[in-house]
């Protein structure tokens, strides 16, 4: 039996299984292939079912309040370039689910692809898709890394415990979410403090704060004291400079 041919129960029943498991998947593995693979797929059988757009919009009006449905019809609006419809959707579910994880978590996503530098609302809604230093590792670092732009001290305690979370190292050392202002990547300027053959600490103008970075082979010049300019992303450990240029 195709989409088109089921009655909206047996859809959100079908996505609901799908959203689930996609769910639980995404917060231990974010951005693994199999996973951006999997998503693709629904989508593209959406887009090739004769009128499987349409029934799923109609399930979610007759089920506003339905995560699963919200969820699915939101991100195909996503992967189609529609963001302001999938926010919409969103928005519509998070405020029937109030305290539903998934959903909060999602809008966040969105809501960081549409106004990055929202710090505020950023920080409420990934509040709402996590229990403290439960799985829901990628929904705490994004807190954390909200917590550290607003200069909130708690984000230390975020990323230690992230450091101690059984994952993939891989994982953990990932560098993400760069520092943006303007619509733009952040430069900051400082100063080598400390030196090794793989990596270094930088004692940032202004803050003082001292931020670690990676010394591959491009960066063997810098030398101690060296005055650079770089950008700041985060890993599990925390904040981590990146793109240095020597002054």
């Given at each position: 039996m195709s989409l088109?041919?089921?009655?909206?129960?047996?859809?959100?029943?079908?996505?609901?299984?799908?959203e689930k498991l996609i769910s639980k998947v995404m917060q231990t593995y974010p951005n693994e292939s199999f996973i951006l693979e999997a998503e693709s797929n629904f989508n593209q059988l959406i887009d090739n079912t004769p009128r499987a757009l349409e029934s799923l919009k109609a399930a979610f009006e007759l089920n506003k309040k339905s995560p699963y449905l919200a969820s699915r019809l939101a991100n195909y609006y996503q992967e189609n370039d529609n963001l302001d419809e999938a926010?919409?959707?969103?928005?519509?579910?998070?405020?029937?689910?109030?305290?539903?994880?998934?959903?909060?978590?999602?809008?966040?996503?969105?809501?960081?692809?549409?106004?990055?530098?929202?710090?505020?609302?950023?920080?409420?809604?990934?509040?709402?898709?996590?229990?403290k230093k439960d799985k829901r590792y990628e929904a705490q670092f994004l807190y954390a890394r909200i917590l550290y732009l607003l200069?909130?001290?708690?984000?230390?305690?975020?990323?230690?415990?992230l450091r101690g979370v059984p994952l993939d190292f891989r994982i953990k050392k990932q560098v993400q979410g760069t520092v943006i202002e303007h619509d733009k990547p952040k430069i900051f300027e400082g100063s080598v403090m400390k030196l090794e053959s793989s990596y270094g600490?930088?004692?940032?103008?202004?803050?003082?704060?001292?931020?670690?970075?990676?010394?591959g082979t491009d960066l063997q010049e810098l030398r101690f004291n060296s005055r650079i300019k770089f950008k700041k992303a985060f890993n599990f450990n925390g904040p981590i400079a990146i793109e240095i240029l020597s002054q």
């Open positions: 088109e041919e089921e009655n909206n129960e047996l859809i959100e029943q079908k996505i609901q299984e799908f926010l919409s959707v969103m928005h519509q579910s998070v405020n029937n689910n109030l305290n539903d994880r998934d959903l909060n978590f999602k809008y966040a996503k969105l809501l960081m692809i549409k106004i990055p530098e929202n710090y505020v609302d950023l920080k409420h809604y990934l509040r709402k898709s996590f229990t200069g909130e001290e708690e984000n230390k305690e975020y990323f230690e415990f600490f930088i004692k940032q103008d202004v803050t003082g704060e001292t931020i670690y970075f990676n010394r």
